[in-house]
C-alpha cells in the first residue's frame, strides 16, 4: 500500500456488539479464519466511527480529512506461519467519503461502499443511520451512556470488555482477488471506553434470517470511545494457503 501509515483523532467511535453461535459465524468466514471463542460464544458486531484530522504524518493536521465510517467486524483466529494470532475479518465497510471509497484497496487498504450517514449527538445520546443503495437502512443505532454495562452481557466487567476489545486491533478484510487479504492495525494513546444502553440496533448482516438464522446473533452491549489520537498502520498482506488451513505472507499460485 502506498500509505502505510495514517495518524488522526476518533472523534467519536461506537461499538455494537452481538454474541454470536460459532457455527453460524464459521459460515461467513472464508477460511482460514476462525470464531474467537468467548464463553462459548463468537463476539461480532458494527464499529461507527468518526475520524477527523485524518492524515499521514507529514501533513499538518489543518489538512487532514474527516469522514464518518462503519465496519462489521468478527473477532477470530487463524494460523499463521505457525503461529496462532487474532484480531478481527472485516466483511463489509461503509464510508460517507468518495476519496475512502475511491482509493481503499488501492491507496491504502479496506474496500469501501459508499453510504450516506445521518446522525445527532450529545454529550449522554448518540443516534446513527446508514443508508445504502437505493436508501436501505444497513446500519441504525439509538443509545445513551450507562453506569455499567446490562447484566445480560457475556463481560463480567468493563475492563474484562475493554481487554478483550483492545486485543481486536489487528482488521483483515477481503480484497478483488480471493485467498488475498490486507491488513490494518490501531494503535491509539489513550484507550478508553464508556459502556451504552442499547435504545435502537440494526444491522444489515447480523439481522438478515439468511446468514443467522433466529436466536444467532444476540445484543449483548456497546461502548463508545470519544477523542482518541490514534495511529493507523498497514499489516503484511495475507494469503491462504492452497490446502484453506494457514494464512502466510506469501502468494501461492493457485
Known amino acids: 500500500m502506498f500509505l502505510d501509515s495514517i495518524h488522526g483523532i476518533i472523534a467519536r467511535r461506537i461499538l455494537l456488539n452481538y454474541r454470536v453461535d460459532p457455527d453460524a459465524l464459521k459460515r461467513v468466514l472464508p477460511p482460514p479464519f476462525q470464531p474467537k471463542i468467548f464463553k462459548g460464544y463468537g463476539i461480532a458486531g458494527v464499529c461507527m466511527i468518526r475520524f477527523k484530522e485524518l492524515r499521514p504524518k507529514f501533513v499538518p493536521s489543518w489538512l487532514g480529512l474527516g469522514s464518518e465510517n462503519a465496519a462489521h467486524r468478527i ?63 444497513k446500519i441504525e443505532f439509538a443509545g ?39 491488513g490494518m492495525e490501531l494503535h491509539s494513546t489513550d484507550w478508553k471506553i464508556a459502556p451504552l444502553d442499547i435504545e435502537t440496533a440494526k444491522s444489515c448482516l447480523f ?46 499460485v493457485r
Open 144 to 182: 445513551h451512556l450507562a453506569e455499567e454495562l446490562p447484566s445480560t452481557s457475556l463481560f463480567s466487567t468493563l475492563e474484562e470488555a475493554s481487554s478483550f476489545f483492545a486485543l481486536g486491533s489487528t482488521g483483515y478484510s477481503a480484497t478483488h482477488s480471493e485467498g488475498h487479504f490486507h
Open 75 to 137: 473477532a477470530v483466529q487463524w494460523q499463521q506461519d505457525d503461529q496462532l494470532q487474532e484480531g478481527v475479518y472485516i466483511p463489509r465497510r461503509d464510508t460517507n467519503s468518495w476519496f475512502n471509497k475511491s482509493f481503499g484497496g488501492r491507496v491504502f487498504p479496506g474496500i469501501f461502499h459508499h453510504s450516506q450517514f445521518e446522525g445527532s449527538e450529545s454529550q449522554n445520546k448518540l443516534a446513527l443511520r446508514i443508508l445504502g443503495a437505493e436508501n436501505k437502512t
Open 207 to 252: 439481522d438478515d434470517p439468511n446468514q443467522f438464522p433466529a436466536g444467532t446473533a444476540e445484543l449483548d452491549c456497546a461502548l463508545l470511545m470519544r477523542n482518541v489520537k490514534h495511529e493507523w498502520h498497514s499489516r503484511p498482506d495475507l494469503y491462504s494457503s492452497l490446502d484453506l488451513q494457514t494464512l502466510t505472507t506469501h502468494r501461492h
